[in-house]
Each structure stands twice: as C-alpha cells, then as structure tokens.
T-cell receptor, first 115, second 113 residues
Framework: EAGVTQFPSHSVIEKGQTVTLRCDPI?????LYWYRRVMGKEIKFLLH????????ESGMPNNRFLAERTGGTYSTLKVQPAELEDSGVYFC?????????????FGPGTRLLVL | AQTVTQSQPEMSVQEAETVTLSCTYD???????LFWYKQPPSRQMILVIR??????QNATENRFSVNFQKAAKSFSLKISDSQLGDTAMYFC??????????FGAGTILRVKS
C-alpha cells in the first residue's frame, strides 16, 4: 500500500511568487492534515480536512495560504504571494477515521525556500 | 494551550547501548494521547510508539519503550540495543482525542559505531 506522497520534494521561489504544494493521502483515508516546520522550530499544525471539508484551519498563518481538497482525495496548499518567512518544510499527514488518538501517517515533506 | 518540550537538542550513543530521550508536556486535559515519531535523514517521519494517557502500562515496541509519568507530565523514550539505523530526529507529540498533533522541537540522535 502506498504511503502519503507529496510533490514537489523541494521548491525554491522568489518572494512574491506563487507556489502550490500537493499531497496525496493514503487511499481510503478521510482525514488529511497539513503541518509546517520553520527552520529549527517545532512542527506546527496548519489545518485538517475531513473528506473535502475543512474541519479545523486554526493554524493557517494568514490569507496568503489557501488549502483545498476537491473531491476528498488529494489536497493542495497554495501560497500566494510567498514571503521569506514562509520558508520551511511542509508536511502532509493522513489518518483513516476520526477515532480518538488515531495515528497520523506522514509524507516526506516539501522543502520550500523563498528567496 | 498544550505545549511539548524536548530539552535535549542533540544526543549521541554508541551502537548496542541504551539511550533515553526526554519529553515533558503541559495540559489540563485528562484524556489524551502521546506519540514518538522518528525522521531518519532524508526520509519521511514514521511512528515509533503511541501511548494512551488513561493506560497506566507503558507502551513497548520491540527495542523502543516509554516511561510515562502522568502526574509529572513526562513521556520519555528509551531505545535499547541502539542500532545505526536509529540515527534520526525524534519528535515527541501530544494529541487530544480527535484533534491535531502538538510537537516538541525534536531531538537529533546519532548512533555511533
């Protein structure tokens, strides 16, 4: 069974440009999460989808970030326009159900560098 | 708000020896879950071990075990018979039921031959 995949693995863009990150969860997983780790700091929650609905987007830093999950399958996270402080590693995770303490399975992350 | 603290930014251990990684957390919740994840160099993060707060028995997975002290809000990870493949960044994380993970800053563990 394929794990969580993310594309691209790395992205280098200039300040003001737009970048779109993609996440494909494990097949059949209704829950999809986005997290971010800024250099040297904690991994922080961004948002949570249940199927195509946003369950919790309390961690989204500002309105330059837009996440979608059309059809409840893969998800995209768009940053527009990108700023220097958006640099970091963006992780996607998925879990099957909404049971208590459900294990989340992580993708390899997308390393974003904004110059 | 919940917080997770990993006080050891880096640690090293000789192959075949035992090492313990520290983690403390702060919460007012009574029911929650704790996790250790590892991220090997250039590879994705994988679950090492999971603990349910209402279970007093410490979780164990092969060479990995935890020392869960609920009153002290401590959740340390013990790795026995360390192997070169254990070299990774280790993250401690907290979760309320049906909720997001809150991570510590991570501990880099290097296993030396």
């Amino acid at each position: 069974e394929a794990g969580v995949t993310q594309f691209p693995s790395h992205s280098v863009i200039e300040k003001g440009q737009t970048v779109t990150l993609r996440c494909d969860p494990i097949s059949g997983h209704d829950n999809l999460y986005w997290y971010r780790r800024v250099m040297g700091k904690e991994i922080k929650f961004l948002l949570h989808f249940v199927k195509e609905s946003k369950q919790d987007e309390s961690g989204m830093p500002n309105n330059r970030f837009l996440a979608e999950r059309t059809g409840g399958t893969y998800s995209t996270l768009k940053v527009q326009p990108a700023e220097l402080e958006d640099s970091g590693v963006y992780f996607c995770a998925s879990s099957q159900g909404t049971g208590a303490g459900e294990t989340q399975y992580f993708g390899p992350g997308t390393r974003l560098l904004v110059l | 708000a919940q917080t997770v603290t990993q006080s050891q930014p880096e640690m090293s251990v000789q192959e075949a020896e035992t090492v313990t990684l520290s983690c403390t957390y702060d919460t007012s919740e009574s029911n929650y879950y704790l996790f250790w994840y590892k991220q090997p160099p250039s590879r994705q993060m994988i679950l090492v071990i999971r603990q349910e707060a209402y279970k007093q028995q410490n979780a164990t997975e092969n060479r990995f075990s935890v020392n869960f002290q609920k009153a002290a809000k401590s959740f340390s990870l013990k790795i026995s018979d360390s192997q070169l493949g254990d070299t990774a960044m280790y993250f401690c994380a907290f979760m309320k039921p049906i909720n997001k993970l809150v991570f510590g800053a991570g501990t880099i563990l290097r296993v030396k031959s």
